[in-house]
């Protein structure tokens, strides 16, 4: 598999023990999440039944991801019989190939882009930079930290590490002169700006947040006018969609509408719900001349059937990272790659299969807050168990033998008790650096007595 790679040379306590101390990041940090969960309550409470809605929405997902070999076939024949093409893209390497080729055939030279999580994963701005386009990302969160040449440290909101004081030094290298941090005067600059850009391109990438297989509708959901932009200006349109981001028909996106802003932002409806079925057709006066879906497999086809198939039914939200104890304190970029908070911890290491994924299982306190919030109630906090368990299995030798040594002693009392008499120097070898295979670095071992409650039984003391 090949796409953007997650941070090497560092571990995941290396990364977020420096994001922990950085109390700008946390402010931030707290700041956002906080607004968005105030705001998701609030709108939850707006509905007739969230927790019914939330058990239907768990179901139709796990029904279609049942079946979808049968729903993408339908949605692929519904965008070729409206004029689209499509590409069944095994592999980030495959989808960066197609993408590049239409850029390549059409002439393209200027790429706009709105926010699409699965480009990220693919790193396709990465491909067609190579191949001599200019990209921009035009989502302006997007387009803050492309200029800063950082990746996103949210699903939803890619800058929310920032504040407006670094957004607007970020701003102020573009300008060629010094903005003031006011939001509304840096979003106007940012406006001017990308203005240029969506006139001038040649390519147009959008992501999907829903397919519908009954008409092969791509839908987008946005809070920005550059999703519009992107998929209507330029005379071409690829837009890029995650296998599992597929829905049969239009009952089943309404349900979906009425959940994923909800959870996301806290709103009843975004600002823009874009609804995109082919190219302009005859007749019309805007919309591209050819339209591209490109369907991402990327690892996803082994996920489905596995113990952890049910987090193919995540829709992106982002409501599991606002509520997280673990993402709240350290932010996107402590998981090291472009999925981050309990999603991302489950996801990362379905995609990716290396020691750098594998550990992130453990960026997990398990206390369920993240399972509580899903809008489609996966059960994040049992797939994270999953993963470790078979960590675990792929751990060395030692570790699983000495871990099993542990379980043998202390199921038998006369081993327990001498095991908490050796107590004191277990944690003397612990203060002088030894980390039981890692295990023990960063955790404190409890005080223990010098005589413990069984000794005082026995000499009648208690």
Known sequence: MSGTQPIRGTTLR??????????????????????????MADA?????????????????????????????SRLADQVQARGG????????????AYVTAVAARIGARHVVKSKSMAS????????????????????????????????????????????????AEVLSRVAGGELADVPEELAAFARQRLREKFLAADLGVSGVNFGIAETGTCVLVTNEGNGRLVTALPRVHVALMG????????????????????????????????FITGPRG?????????????????????????????????IRCGACLNVCPVYRQVGGH?????????????????????????????????????????PVGIPLQDLLLGLRRRAAD????????????????WSRPAAYRASLRAGGAVRGLASMGVSFGGWGAGRELPELPRQGFRDLWEKGKV
């Not at 922990?20 to 956002?32: G, Q």
Request: glycine fraction near 8%.
């Open 334 to 374: 402590a998981y090291g790659w472009v999925y981050s908070g309990p999603m991302g911890a489950v996801l990362t290491p379905l995609l990716l299969d290396t020691r750098e994924a594998e550990e992130l299982s453990q960026a997990s306190t398990l206390c369920g807050a993240c399972w509580q919030v899903c």
């Open 282 to 314: 005859a007749g019309e006066v805007d919309g591209p001349d050819e339209f591209h879906l490109v369907i991402l497999d990327n690892g996803r086809s082994e996920v489905l059937g596995s113990e952890f198939s049910e987090m193919l039914a995540c």
């Open 44 to 72: 939850r409470a707006g509905l007739g039944d969230p927790e019914g809605m939330r058990r239907l929405a768990r179901s139709v997902k796990a029904d279609v991801l049942r079946r979808l070999p049968e729903v993408l």
């Open 14 to 39: 290396e990364r977020t023990a420096k994001a922990a101390v950085d109390d700008r990041l946390r402010t931030s940090l707290r700041h956002a999440t906080d607004t968005f969960g105030e705001r």
């Open 243 to 274: 296998m599992e981001r597929v829905l049969d028909d239009w009952d089943q996106l309404d349900l979906f509408l009425a959940l994923l802003p909800r959870a996301a932002t806290g709103q009843a409806l975004t600002t823009y719900t874009s």
């Open 394 to 409: 792929h751990s060395g030798r030692m570790e699983r033998a000495g871990w099993r040594a542990w379980a043998a002693a």
């Open 85 to 96: 093409s499509v590409c069944w893209a095994s592999t980030a390497a495959e989808a960066n």
């Open 120 to 167: 990220e994963e693919i790193d396709l701005n990465g491909a067609l930079e190579a191949a001599g386009c200019e990209v921009t990302e035009t989502d302006l969160g997007e387009w803050i930290i492309q200029l800063a040449r950082e990746t996103p440290s949210h699903i939803i909101v890619p800058a929310i590490h920032r504040d407006r004081g670094q957004i």
